[in-house]
Nanobody
Framework: QVQLVESGGRLVQAGGSLRLSCAAS????????MGWFRQAPGKEREFVAA????????YYGDSVRGRFTISRDNAKNSVYLQMNRLKPEDTAVYYC??????????????????WGQGTQVTVSS
């Protein structure tokens, strides 16, 4: 059973940067596709970014493309989300997710089997 723990969320001003981390344990991290999702109050969970098991392929949601970067370090069983030029609309709970390799990076929650508890990111205007 894979366990995922996110960290790094906090209050930040608009235009600032933040780096989220997700530490995995209990599974073969290097074989999983990893993703980040977010959920704002009253809204559906939204895809943010995904990365292949090797780190060679990445995919981003339209609202974050060009501002956010996903990366991973398989030696440290960790995945990261570097967030730049943050906007108030980026405010949400950010979730780390892990799923099986399918050949296509998944952008829906149904492509992921494992989820962290989330970390709160608040962007003030």
């Amino acid at each position: 059973q894979v366990q995922l723990v996110e960290s790094g969320g906090r209050l930040v001003q608009a235009g600032g940067s933040l780096r989220l981390s997700c530490a995995a344990s209990g599974g073969t991290f290097g074989t999983y596709t990893m993703g980040w999702f977010r959920q704002a109050p009253g809204k559906e969970r939204e895809f943010v970014a995904a990365i292949s098991w090797s780190g060679g392929n990445t995919y981003y949601g339209d609202s974050v493309r060009g501002r956010f970067t996903i990366s991973r370090d398989n030696a440290k069983n960790s995945v990261y989300l570097q967030m730049n030029r943050l906007k108030p609309e980026d405010t949400a709970v950010y979730y780390c997710a892990g799923g099986p390799q399918t050949g296509v990076l998944q952008s829906t929650r149904y492509g992921y089997n494992y989820w962290g508890q989330g970390t709160q990111v608040t962007v003030s205007s």
